[in-house]
């Protein structure tokens, strides 16, 4: 009996210490592997350079549409609660409950000073992100005053 529990433990040691050594090359890098793209970059130069520079510009591209949609979402936000609030205002006239009014007007100025905040934060982030939904902002104004191009002219823009 006891020669099968130092048998178990011996072969428990030995699986944890296999676990470990198959797992040990996940969590570090290859050092070989890391010097040898080192000198392969050393090489190269200025190549090495541009394309850092290349992944820069990329990561500048996914934030600015990152901004771009996180304003849209914003503004669709505001748009809803500015909505109600508005309604709510002009029911409350209709009754007559001026407490209510005032309550709800107030409730609006505090959403349009979250709003403006929310806008400055996120266009600081990154203009370029703020131009392109300004852009987005541009064409649905347009075409809530009428001024918009219709689905075929759109289309025919694109072709």
């Known amino acids: 009996m006891k ?23 996940k ?4 050092r070989g592997k890391m010097k040898a793209a080192a000198e392969k970059a ?24 990152a901004v771009a949609k996180a304003l849209a979402k914003e503004e669709d936000k505001h748009r809803k ?8 205002i002009e029911l409350q006239k209709e009754k007559g409950n001026a407490e209510a009014v005032t309550q709800a007007e107030q409730s609006l100025a505090n959403e349009m000073a979250r709003h403006a905040r929310v806008v400055a934060r ?7 992100g703020a131009a392109e939904f300004e852009k987005k902002m ?16 759109e289309e ?4």
């Open 27 to 30: 969590d570090k890098p290859d």
């Open 138 to 153: 541009k064409k649905v104004r347009d075409t809530e005053k009428g001024k918009g191009k219709t689905g075929k002219e």
């Open 122 to 128: 996120l266009t600081g982030e990154s203009p370029e």
């Open 156 to 159: 025919e823009d694109e072709d």
């Open 42 to 65: 050393e090489t190269k130069g200025e190549a090495v350079e541009e394309t850092a520079e290349e992944k820069a510009g990329k990561g500048d591209e996914k934030k600015a549409e």
């Open 3 to 25: 020669r099968w529990v130092i048998v178990l433990m011996v072969l428990s040691v030995l699986v944890f210490v296999a676990t470990q050594a198959w797992a040990a090359p």
């Open 81 to 88: 609660r500015v909505a109600k609030l508005e309604r709510i």
